[in-house]
């Protein structure tokens, strides 16, 4: 049955390497519910684990497939999965990556993580390291890592990431928009002091527990009281709301209400305009670069998302 699986990542045109490491893992064994092998190895999302509190899933096949050639994954690689599930997607990537390579996976639930081990073990995967704990903190005992690969939703990309990511790394990552709920993933690549990255396609992943799913709750405490400035009219608010929260992950929410909370100064987002109290100079300088690009929507721009850095944006062609 695993054949068919291998043929039908074929079809959309997966590279050969990765589609045979999906022919070489056995996706059954990491699943703790029965479905028949015909179901098993086909391109579809199952629940790998589920007791009523914790739910856990085995991704869609081609999607993680088609996540592994973006981040170019070969061997040798080091890579830092978050989001491991009971362990199926860090264990083909195993097979990517060869006896050269590892893969440190990270998962927050404990009884998962430790299904997840279990799994590794009885199969002789000596290559993943399993790891229990809030992701949000990477791994960095065994950085720096050349991709990381994100199978849950999260509300930003840490900093802590970043710092264990080698210049040039890769990150592929669905991320929670606040304000649609929308979970677009995208794809970036660390030069120097900032992540530059575009968008690839739409998902809906389960969204992850810990720091990685409470960025809303931890930016009100960032919130202060600051003079009132001045309002600025902004065509297509939505959207620019939306590049703010991707890039300055500082974005939080209170009463119904959207806010950029600074260190020098506060922006409340309504009704088509945007309230400065205090210096915003990331936002407007933001602002000014976004109307350069004629108001697109993050699907037609290049986001640079700063650590130590202002966050910037680039329009594509």
């Not at 098993?40 to 088609?66: K, N």
């Not at 229990?132 to 960095?140: A, E, F, L, N, T």
């Not at 389960?206 to 003079?227: D, H, T, Y």
């Amino acid at each position: 049955m695993r054949e068919r699986l291998f043929w039908i990542l074929k079809d959309y045109g997966i590279d050969e390497r990765i589609a045979k490491a999906f022919l070489e893992v056995p996706r059954e064994e990491f699943l703790m519910k029965h479905y028949s092998l015909s179901h098993v190895y086909e391109d579809v999302v199952l629940v790998s684990y589920e007791d009523g509190e914790v739910f856990s899933t085995s991704s869609q096949p081609s999607l993680m497939a088609m996540f592994m050639e973006w981040v170019e994954l070969g061997e040798g690689m080091k890579v830092l999965e978050i989001g491991g599930g009971t362990g199926y997607n860090a264990a083909v990537m195993s097979r990517i990556v060869g006896e050269n390579g590892f893969v440190v996976t990270v998962e927050y639930f404990e009884k998962v993580c430790k299904i997840a081990r279990e799994n590794v073990r009885r199969l002789g995967i000596d290559s993943v390291a399993v790891v229990c704990g809030d992701g949000y903190y990477g791994v960095p005992d065994f950085a720096p890592y050349d991709v990381i690969f994100v199978t849950v939703g999260v509300d930003e990309i840490p900093e802590h990431w970043f710092r264990q990511l080698k210049d040039e790394g890769r990150v592929i990552v669905p991320i929670n928009m606040k304000f649609s709920g929308r979970q677009p993933a995208f794809l970036f690549v660390k030069k120097g002091n900032h992540l530059e990255g575009n968008y690839k396609l739409e998902t809906r992943f389960i969204e992850a527990g810990g720091n990685l799913g409470n960025l809303l709750e931890r930016n009100k405490k960032l919130l202060k009281e600051f003079p009132f400035r001045k309002t600025i009219r902004v065509p297509r608010l939505q959207m620019f709301v939306e590049l703010v929260d991707l890039l300055t992950r500082r974005l939080t929410r209170m009463n119904g209400t959207f806010y950029y909370a600074g260190p020098e100064g506060t922006v409340e987002f309504s009704g088509g305009e945007m309230r400065i109290y205090g210096d915003t100079p990331e936002i407007e300088s933001l602002l000014s670069q976004w109307k350069s690009c004629d108001y697109r929507s993050f699907e037609h721009l290049t986001l640079h998302v700063g650590y130590n850095a202002l966050s910037r944006i680039s329009c594509t062609i």
